[in-house]
Protein backbone atom coordinates (compact mmCIF):
# COMPACT_ATOMS: atom_id res chain seq x y z
CA UNK A 1 0.00 0.00 0.00
CA UNK A 2 1.11 3.24 -0.68
CA UNK A 3 0.47 6.60 1.43
CA UNK A 4 1.59 9.81 2.12
CA UNK A 5 0.44 9.60 5.49
CA UNK A 6 1.91 6.23 6.73
CA UNK A 7 0.55 7.00 10.58
CA UNK A 8 -2.98 8.17 9.91
CA UNK A 9 -4.90 6.26 12.60
CA UNK A 10 -6.98 4.04 9.45
CA UNK A 11 -3.93 2.77 8.84
CA UNK A 12 -2.63 2.11 11.81
CA UNK A 13 -6.06 0.26 12.97
CA UNK A 14 -6.19 -1.60 9.50
CA UNK A 15 -2.97 -3.33 10.06
CA UNK A 16 -3.43 -4.69 13.55
CA UNK A 17 -7.14 -5.51 11.97
CA UNK A 18 -8.87 -3.26 15.20
CA UNK A 19 -12.54 -2.26 14.07
CA UNK A 20 -13.26 -1.20 17.29
CA UNK A 21 -10.44 1.22 17.82
CA UNK A 22 -11.19 2.63 14.48
CA UNK A 23 -14.81 3.24 14.82
CA UNK A 24 -14.13 4.96 18.41
CA UNK A 25 -11.35 7.11 16.82
CA UNK A 26 -13.66 8.00 13.62
CA UNK A 27 -16.62 8.91 15.68
CA UNK A 28 -14.82 10.63 18.16
CA UNK A 29 -12.88 12.48 15.08
CA UNK A 30 -16.61 13.47 13.66
CA UNK A 31 -18.32 14.21 17.26
CA UNK A 32 -15.20 16.95 17.10
CA UNK A 33 -15.95 18.32 13.86
CA UNK A 34 -19.20 18.34 14.14
CA UNK A 35 -19.94 15.64 11.37
CA UNK A 36 -22.33 12.87 10.43
CA UNK A 37 -23.85 11.61 12.27
CA UNK A 38 -23.54 14.44 14.56
CA UNK A 39 -24.70 16.97 11.81
CA UNK A 40 -26.16 16.47 8.95
CA UNK A 41 -24.74 18.17 5.33
CA UNK A 42 -25.63 19.46 1.95
CA UNK A 43 -23.23 19.97 -0.83
CA UNK A 44 -24.20 22.36 -3.51
CA UNK A 45 -22.71 22.22 -6.96
CA UNK A 46 -22.86 24.52 -9.85
CA UNK A 47 -21.85 22.98 -13.04
CA UNK A 48 -21.63 24.65 -16.35
CA UNK A 49 -20.01 25.41 -19.69
CA UNK A 50 -18.36 28.86 -18.79
CA UNK A 51 -16.39 29.35 -15.91
CA UNK A 52 -17.45 32.73 -15.30
CA UNK A 53 -21.32 31.43 -15.26
CA UNK A 54 -20.64 28.98 -13.14
CA UNK A 55 -19.02 31.66 -10.54
CA UNK A 56 -21.41 34.15 -10.83
CA UNK A 57 -23.98 31.70 -9.82
CA UNK A 58 -22.51 29.78 -6.74
CA UNK A 59 -21.57 33.29 -5.92
CA UNK A 60 -24.96 34.80 -6.18
CA UNK A 61 -26.14 31.68 -3.76
CA UNK A 62 -23.46 32.64 -1.68
CA UNK A 63 -24.98 36.20 -1.26
CA UNK A 64 -28.53 35.05 -1.30
CA UNK A 65 -27.61 33.06 1.91
CA UNK A 66 -26.05 36.20 3.59
CA UNK A 67 -29.17 38.18 3.03
CA UNK A 68 -31.42 36.10 4.58
CA UNK A 69 -32.84 37.38 7.83
CA UNK A 70 -31.73 36.15 11.25
CA UNK A 71 -33.67 33.22 11.70
CA UNK A 72 -34.02 29.28 12.24
CA UNK A 73 -31.34 28.91 9.22
CA UNK A 74 -28.73 31.56 10.07
CA UNK A 75 -29.01 30.57 13.65
CA UNK A 76 -28.81 26.77 12.88
CA UNK A 77 -26.65 26.29 9.31
CA UNK A 78 -22.80 26.79 8.21
CA UNK A 79 -22.20 28.07 5.16
CA UNK A 80 -18.67 27.04 3.48
CA UNK A 81 -17.89 28.44 -0.04
CA UNK A 82 -18.40 28.96 -2.46
CA UNK A 83 -15.26 27.67 -3.86
CA UNK A 84 -14.18 25.98 -7.24
CA UNK A 85 -15.16 21.69 -6.75
CA UNK A 86 -11.90 19.37 -5.83
CA UNK A 87 -12.05 18.80 -9.75
CA UNK A 88 -13.20 22.34 -10.77
CA UNK A 89 -13.47 21.34 -14.68
CA UNK A 90 -14.73 17.25 -15.42
CA UNK A 91 -16.01 16.23 -18.33
CA UNK A 92 -15.75 19.74 -19.93
CA UNK A 93 -17.70 21.29 -17.36
CA UNK A 94 -16.70 24.02 -14.72
CA UNK A 95 -17.44 23.12 -11.03
CA UNK A 96 -17.97 25.18 -7.87
CA UNK A 97 -19.84 23.98 -4.81
CA UNK A 98 -20.87 25.14 -1.40
CA UNK A 99 -21.72 22.97 1.83
CA UNK A 100 -24.30 23.43 4.46
CA UNK A 101 -23.64 21.91 7.70
CA UNK A 102 -26.26 22.14 10.71
CA UNK A 103 -28.08 20.05 13.60
CA UNK A 104 -31.67 19.42 11.61
CA UNK A 105 -31.89 18.33 7.84
CA UNK A 106 -35.49 20.16 7.93
CA UNK A 107 -33.34 24.42 7.75
CA UNK A 108 -30.79 22.54 5.09
CA UNK A 109 -33.81 21.28 2.78
CA UNK A 110 -35.80 24.94 3.37
CA UNK A 111 -32.77 26.79 2.33
CA UNK A 112 -32.23 24.44 -0.94
CA UNK A 113 -35.66 25.11 -1.57
CA UNK A 114 -35.45 29.17 -1.49
CA UNK A 115 -32.19 28.80 -3.16
CA UNK A 116 -33.66 27.05 -6.22
CA UNK A 117 -36.99 29.75 -5.89
CA UNK A 118 -34.65 32.34 -6.13
CA UNK A 119 -31.95 30.92 -8.95
CA UNK A 120 -35.39 30.19 -11.29
CA UNK A 121 -36.13 34.22 -11.50
CA UNK A 122 -32.45 34.41 -13.44
CA UNK A 123 -32.37 31.71 -15.77
CA UNK A 124 -29.03 30.51 -16.64
CA UNK A 125 -26.99 27.82 -18.11
CA UNK A 126 -26.10 26.65 -14.72
CA UNK A 127 -26.91 23.13 -13.62
CA UNK A 128 -27.26 23.08 -9.84
CA UNK A 129 -26.64 19.57 -7.99
CA UNK A 130 -27.73 18.95 -4.25
CA UNK A 131 -26.12 15.79 -2.42
CA UNK A 132 -27.46 15.58 1.07
CA UNK A 133 -25.16 13.81 3.32
CA UNK A 134 -22.62 13.37 0.46
CA UNK A 135 -20.21 10.65 0.92
CA UNK A 136 -17.78 12.84 -0.43
CA UNK A 137 -17.19 16.50 -1.43
CA UNK A 138 -15.05 15.90 -4.78
Not at 68 to 87: I, M, Q, R, W
Request: net charge positive; aromatic share 14%.
Amino acid sequence: MQTFNPDHFCLKWAAEQNYEAFFEEELNNRKELFYPPFSRLALIRFEGNKEADVEAAAKKAKRFADSLPENDFKKSVAVFGPAPAFFSKLKGKYRWQMLLKGKNVKPLHEFIASLLKELEKRPDKVKLVVDIDPATTI
